[in-house]
Nanobody, 118 residues
Framework: QVQLVESGGGLAQAGGSLRLSCAAS????????MGWFCQAPGKQREFVGG????????FYGDSAKGRFTISRDNAKNTVYLQMNSLRPEDTAIYYC???????????WGQGTQVTVSS
C-alpha cells in the first residue's frame, strides 16, 4: 500500500506563501486520486482540495479556492499544495491522502504543521 510523507510546513506571515509536498512510496502513485486536508485545534478535519490521477482535474474546498493550488508530478511520486495569501485561520496540521478513484481516502500521511502569524 502507498505510504505518504508530507513536508514543507512551518511558520509564515499573513499574506505570505508556503508550498507543501507529499512524497509517496510503495504502491502505484499515478493510480490514486490525491487530496489535501487540514485540521485546526479543536476542529474537525477539513477538505482542502484534490487532484485527479492524471492531474487534468483539480478541485477545492471553499476556503482554498482562489488561494491554493494543487499539482502533482507522477514521475516524482509527489503531490504539492501551493498556499498563497495565507491567513491566520489557515493555521492547522495539513495532511495528504490517497484514494482509489471514486473511493474514500484510505491512505494518510502523518501531517505537517502550518502556522500563520498575523
Amino acid at each position: 500500500q502507498v505510504q505518504l510523507v508530507e513536508s514543507g510546513g512551518g511558520l509564515a506571515q499573513a499574506g505570505g506563501s508556503l508550498r507543501l509536498s507529499c512524497a509517496a512510496s510503495r504502491g502505484s502513485f499515478s493510480s490514486y486520486t490525491m487530496g489535501w486536508f487540514c485540521q485546526a485545534p479543536g476542529k474537525q478535519r477539513e477538505f482542502v482540495g484534490g487532484i485527479s490521477t492524471s492531474a487534468d482535474n483539480a478541485f477545492y474546498g471553499d476556503s482554498a479556492k482562489g488561494r491554493f493550488t494543487i499539482s502533482r508530478d507522477n514521475a516524482k511520486n509527489t503531490v504539492y499544495l501551493q498556499m498563497n495569501s495565507l491567513r491566520p485561520e489557515d493555521t492547522a496540521i495539513y495532511y495528504c491522502a490517497a484514494a482509489v478513484p471514486s473511493k474514500v481516502y484510505d491512505y494518510w500521511g502523518q501531517g505537517t504543521q502550518v502556522t500563520v502569524s498575523s
